[in-house]
């Protein structure tokens, strides 16, 4: 289907807004998670390694990096949706959130291990922390696309850790390091998490800006169609869609009649106004056909129709007939105008390519002037 020129402004919905936010969130979360997993594996084979866990629980050991690596492999697997919508999205969110704690879970069940069992010499308990304290940090800072999920990722680490120091008289001066740590670490994710909806609305400013620029760059900024330049480059991708075999298409050429004498009797604020409101009734004439409409300059619109020729005239007809009818409302004043039309299909043995079609139909549009004007002059007849 062709595009009409019905969009206007650079803002996005408030709907199309958050499922954008929605898919970057999930995007983000994905891709900074999705080789977290072997992490944990990474740090269990070094305490494995470092105290020689094999010799005194093989069984246990084995099973912890089977985990390990099965929910590394997981996190892998559960790949965002494609192309799903804002549900699908959410699905996969909630799904993945319950998934990518777990392994947190397994490490945290570890560590308390290491902590009460006695046979974990001194320096693996330390190197054991330093990896839960690196872990928790990760949760708080890579993974503050979703809140609730980084806090619950730094409870899940910290909190059976604090239980297991804070129990041990020995360990109160290392429960009290790891309860004030554990303190700036929370602190640190909510500034990463509002640092992170700081970037979401950048970015979503910067792509509204882009559409902004982008709309401008094709649209007529007084009546807020398309205007030449982006009409002539459709002109010529539905010229070559149709040479090759593709749908055919009818272009219609509009010229409103005498409009000079609007302007010298009404001012050209009044003419403006005309020009808007012809803009406007000329997309309710088209509004049930799929067509991409123009200003080609001054007082001169172009629409290309996907359809046949006969459709068409039929459609600029009816656009005739309700010019004549009801008088335009512009600024004000309600002017009757008139207009002249040339209208032609596309024909790639008669025409070549875009400009040739172009070129026939405005040959047509003169035509349709010198026979009197406030009429359609198509290349071919009506009923053809």
């Known amino acids: ?53 094999m010799a005194f629980a093989p069984r246990v050991t084995l099973a912890i990096g089977a985990g390990f690596l099965l929910l590394a492999f997981l996190r892998l697997w559960m790949r965002p949706p494609v192309d799903g919508d804002s549900a699908a999205d959410r699905r996969w969110l909630l799904q993945f959130t319950l998934v990518l704690p777990l392994a947190s879970v397994l490490w945290a069940g570890v ?19 330093i990896a839960t304290i690196g872990y928790a940090t990760v949760f708080a800072n890579i993974y503050s696309t979703v809140r609730h999920l ?12 604090l239980v297991a120091l804070w129990s041990q008289p020995d360990d109160r001066a290392l429960a009290a390091a790891m309860s004030f740590y554990s303190v700036y670490l929370a602190g640190a994710l ?20 882009r559409d902004l620029y982008e709309h401008l760059s094709r649209t007529d900024a007084l009546t807020g169609v398309y205007n030449r330049r982006h009409f002539t480059a459709r002109l010529d991708q539905l010229a070559q869609r149709a040479s090759l075999g593709g749908a055919g298409f009818a272009l219609l050429i509009l010229d409103i009649d005498h409009f000079k004498q609007v302007n010298d009797r009404y001012g050209h604020v ?8 012809l803009a406007d009734r000329l997309q ?8 991409l409409l123009a200003r080609l300059g001054g007082e001169e619109f172009g ?21 004549v009818m009801r008088p335009l409302e512009c600024d004000g ?52």
């Open 1 to 53: 289907m062709i595009p009409s020129d019905r969009q206007a402004g650079s803002r996005l919905p408030e709907n199309q807004t958050a499922d954008w936010r929605l898919r970057q969130v999930v995007g983000d979360t994905y891709q900074l998670s999705k080789i977290g997993g072997f992490l944990y594996l990474f740090g269990w084979a070094v305490i494995a390694w470092l105290g020689d866990v």
């Open 111 to 129: 560590q308390v291990w290491i902590l009460l069992d006695g046979r974990y010499h001194g320096d693996i308990r330390m190197v054991s922390l």
């Open 150 to 161: 980084a806090v619950v990722g730094v409870c899940v680490l910290l909190v059976p850790v």
């Open 190 to 209: 909510v500034r990463s998490h509002a640092e992170y909806r700081r970037r979401l609305r950048l970015d979503l400013a910067l792509r509204e800006q």
């Open 270 to 277: 009044v003419g403006d106004a005309c020009l808007k409101a």
């Open 284 to 291: 309710r004439a088209f509004a049930p056909y799929p067509a």
């Open 303 to 323: 629409v290309l129709f996907e359809g046949s020729e006969a459709a068409a005239f039929s459609a600029a007809e009816g656009l005739r007939h309700d010019l």
């Open 333 to 384: 004043q309600r002017i009757t105008v008139t207009a002249s039309m040339g209208l032609g299909a596309f024909s790639a043995t008669a025409h070549g390519d875009g400009d040739g079609l172009y070129r026939a139909v405005d040959l047509a549009l003169y035509e349709a002037k010198g026979l009197g004007r406030n009429r359609v002059k198509a290349l071919q007849p009506a009923n053809a």
